[in-house]
């Protein structure tokens, strides 16, 4: 199959299914985006992507040196492409993906690899703009894979699986997943972008964490020394934290009509993290117990992404269905008092999701059909 992939992010994605994908025997071509092209100078150099660590935890199976075909331009890329992967984080849709509608064709399924954030119904309104309503946007939690790279060498970190994948709109799911399990077979059909949006796997997992830690975070600050996030800062309260947090998505979800499956079965299908409580899953969490230290302040970063791109929406979103959600509601209050944000006006409001004065009703049409 052709495919296309454009960027190559902090997390990775890019060069990681580019490579996965190439080993896997699909015709892969290659492009950064715009003003980031220094970003292939490292795999021109190797003769390609080099793709080491565990084959289990890939599509293909196989390690070894992929050639993924390098373009000049996303234009290039994505010419004749049947899939499209794009990496850029959630800050950088309403930038980026502007720079490359215009070179998208009828047929064509794209699909954002990173943590949710709801990407179809951010970008549909750019499709429409550019007369491309042909080409089918995809949704799900999580990236598909996790990496590291440096030098042109992929390391494999963790291929998710049972991953849930929906469309925008919902009507074009089942064909536009058959392109998608062509390449990445072990992903599930979600009813639409809500179940997707509702399940972001971040908003989910770094909020207690993050605020649970403060304290800590800030005296590591002054000690100058990095943190083991998913070690050190996972504690009996975080994870008590995230599971009531966790269980407010279940009446919003029922409210929309879609499924509400706990956080800790999502670490159970993603992770084959077992245990008796989220603590103790991710305690067990292999993944997440062999990631290397982060700065200190990573948790602001990612507080700033999760709550403007997930909290925000979702509380939103609870809000037309007439159901509180408080601790979702007090984490964008208390994250934007700790980082001076106002995230209800600057985040992911209902105007970018297309979703502004739709009632229940309307918005559940708008996710399956892509009309209001």
């Known amino acids: ?29 290659l492009a950064a985006w715009p003003g980031s092209e220094a970003s292939l100078d490292p795999v021109r150099k190797k003769g390609g992507l080099e793709l080491s660590g565990d084959p289990r935890q890939s599509n ?32 950088e849709f309403e930038e980026r993906f502007p720079k490359i509608v215009e070179h998208l064709e009828p047929g064509q399924v794209v699909h954002v690899n990173i943590h949710g954030y709801w990407p179809a119904l951010r970008l549909a309104p750019y499709l429409r703009a550019a007369g491309k309503e042909g080409v089918t946007l995809t ?17 494999l970190q963790w291929l ?3 991953l849930p994948v929906t469309t925008f709109p919902a009507n074009r799911r089942d064909e536009a997943l058959k392109v998608f399990v062509a390449a990445h077979p072990s992903i599930v059909p979600a009813k639409n972008a809500l179940e997707t949006g509702f399940a972001g796997l971040n908003m989910m997992i770094h909020p207690a964490m993050s605020l649970l830690n403060v304290g800590w975070f800030d005296r590591a600050v002054e000690a100058k020394e990095t943190v083991y996030f998913y070690r050190a800062g996972n504690t009996a309260h975080t994870g008590k934290m995230a599971e009531v947090q ?3 998505r279940r009446p919003v979800c029922g409210a929309f009509g879609v499924k509400y ?26 993944y997440y117990q062999a990631l290397d230290p982060y700065p200190t302040e990573v948790w602001k970063r990612w507080m700033m992404i999760d709550v403007s791109c997930a909290h925000v929406p979702f509380a939103a979103l609870a809000k037309v269905a007439g159901l509180e959600v408080p601790l979702h509601e007090g984490i964008i209050s208390i994250v934007g008092a700790l980082l001076g944000r106002d995230f ?7 105007e970018r999701l297309g979703l ?17």
């Open 1 to 29: 199959m052709e495919i296309a992939v454009i960027g190559n992010s902090a997390v990775n994605t890019g060069f990681a299914v580019a490579a996965d994908f190439a080993m896997a025997g699909h015709s892969v071509r």
């Open 60 to 91: 293909s199976g196989k390690l070894g040196l992929a050639k993924p075909a390098l373009k000049e331009s996303p234009k290039a890329a994505l010419a004749g492409a049947r899939l499209v992967f794009l990496d850029m984080l959630a800050p």
């Open 139 to 155: 949704n799900c939690p999580a990236p598909t894979i996790a990496a590291h790279h440096a030098d042109g060498v992929v390391k």
């Open 160 to 162: 998710r699986r049972k």
């Open 246 to 248: 966790d269980a407010e």
């Open 261 to 286: 499956q706990p956080l800790s079965q999502y670490l159970r299908d993603y992770y084959d993290a077992d245990g008796a409580s989220i603590h103790e899953q991710v305690r067990n969490c292999a």
């Open 344 to 350: 209800r006006k600057e985040g992911v409001t209902l």
């Open 356 to 372: 502004a004065g739709l009632d229940m009703a309307a918005i559940r049409r708008y996710v399956e059909t892509g009309k209001a």
